[in-house]
Structures are given as C-alpha cells and as structure tokens.
C-alpha cells in the first residue's frame, strides 16, 4: 500500500479508535458541567452552614422549616405576654405587699388600744388622761390606713359607695393558649372590702359600730372618759372582736400575697421551659456546623480542582491535529 494511503487509513482508525472510547467533544464537556454542578451544591450548602453560624438559628426563616418557624414565632410571641405578665405580678404583689404591712402595724395599734381599756378599767384611773393616749392611737390607725398606697391604689382606705367602684381587685397571672388556638388571660382576685380598715360608707373593719352594739362607737371612734365600767367592757369586747376581724384580713392578704408569689416564680420556669423548647426547635448546633463547615470547605477546593481538570481536558483534543 502506497504511503499516503496507509497514512489515511492509519488516521481513519485512530478516529474511529478515539471515537469509540473517548467520545471527546468540544461542544459539550459532560465532566466540566458534572463538576461545576457539584460545585455550585457545595457552595450553596456552605452558604447555608455560614448563616447558621452567624444567625446562631437552623431555621431563622420560613423557608428553611416552615412548620418549626411558625411554632417558634408562636411561642415566643407567647413568651413576650408572659413576660407582662410576669411584670403585672410583680405590681400586684408590690399592692398586696403593702395592704399586708399596713394591716400589721393597724393591729399592733388597736391591741394597743384594747390594752389601754383594760386599763381604763381599773377603778379610781384617770379616763381623761388614757382616752388622750387612744385619741394619738385613732389617729395613728387613720395615718397607717391613708399611708398604705401603691401605684395610686389604696385597699385599707375605701369609698364603697362611689359611683363605679368595684370590691374586687384583679391580678393578671397569666397568659394561656388552647388547644384550638384561642388565648385567655387568668387573673388572681381579691376583695378589698374584706380588707379595708377605714370606708367611706361606715362599714371598714376599724369604722363599723356592729361589735360594739348599742354604742353607736366603733374603734377610731370609742371614748372612755366619760363611761361607764359596763360601757367600757362592752368596748373592750368590741375592739377585741375588730382585732379578730383584723387577724382574718390579715390572714386573707397573706395567703393573696403568697398565692402571687408562687405563680410568679411558675410564670418564671415556664418562661425558661418555653425558651428551652423553642431553641430546641430553631437553634443550630454550633458544633456540629462548625464541623460541617470544615468538611464543606474541603469538597469546595477538591471541586475547583475537579472543574478545572475537566476544562483542562478539552485542551487535549488540540494535540490531535497536531
């Protein structure tokens, strides 16, 4: 066979050769998109991992989990009222507080009244002289009742039959959420005609005449200078019986007060436990992400390198016309 006959079959079999097995094309480099498009899914999940690390949040929006998303917006948002709550509690147990410290020293004054009767008593005392000591006590109970306010409220000191006025007392304690969604506020009550010393109307605790029968006294009112023993043993049973009265109050605004702490350190935990829950929801592992940021990182330079080797191997097929 001729030379360049031979040359051309030669150069026909190593077409066909190439053609069978490689299969290059300068049209389209299969290895090059292949490389490039695991290189963009690298990159883009190292833009994901890096908005964890700099948010601190897995899912920080809706699209990345919409259905953690909306529980998370939820119970914050939920969080945010207790929160008020907690801060209502904290008012109301300021309110409690001082109604409580008022009717303390209100029934040291009046056992010290009934501790002056029992004196006047006595056969042959000068009524005149301990009536001027229970004057300075009456007067000491009204300063105590008009002192015991708070933030503009006043439980020892009423005026009952004021146009709008309630007996009752509310205490947001707290925020609550149903199974099918709707919210409600729960609040702690507390009547404060049971608690007031001095009303308006004639009828708080240390005003009212009902212990003292006939009398027409009460204990900011009574007198001994002028009455009888009979008299002032019928005081004395009166303002005993306004002391128990006292005591009950008392008792009553001790068990309010305490009743309002409890819930606040509750409203507190649950505060905590929802935060807990919501992070357990949403926060990313910052670990983990750190960990996964580093491998990531690795697949991204090992992709360059692939995205460039097979650019490279279109520069190949030159040297085959050479």
Sequence with gaps: MPAPLSRIAGMSLLVSILKGTLMSSIMTNTSAMTAL????????????????????????????NAAYWSI???MRSDNAALGTVQDALGLG?????????????????????????????????DRSKIQSEITELQAQLTGIATAASFSGENWLSIDSGAVGF????????????????SVSVSTIDITITNTAL???????????????????????TLNVSASTEAEIDTMISGVDAALQSMT???SDLGASK????????????????IDRGVGKLVDADMTEESTRLSALQVQQQLGVQALSIANANSQTILSLFR
């Design 37 to 64: 498009k695991t290189l963009q899914q690298t990159n883009s999940a190292i833009e994901t991992t890096q908005k964890r690390i700099s948010t601190g949040y897995a899912v920080s929006e809706a699209s990345d």
């Design 72 to 74: 998370a917006t939820t």
């Design 93 to 125: 147990a300021a309110k409690v507080d001082v109604a409580y410290t008022g009717m303390n020293s209100a029934m040291e004054v009046v056992d010290e009244i009934k501790t002056k009767l029992v004196a006047a008593r006595e056969p042959g005392v």
């Design 166 to 181: 309630s007996p009752t007392r509310s205490i947001v304690s707290s925020f609550n959420r149903a199974n099918d969604g």
């Design 198 to 220: 001095f009303d308006v109307t004639g009828d708080g605790l240390l005003d009212d005449d009902t212990d003292f029968g006939a009398l027409a006294v009460s204990v900011s």
């Design 248 to 250: 009950t109050a008392a």
């Design 258 to 273: 305490k009743r309002v702490d409890m819930q606040n350190e509750f409203v507190g935990n649950l505060m905590d436990a």
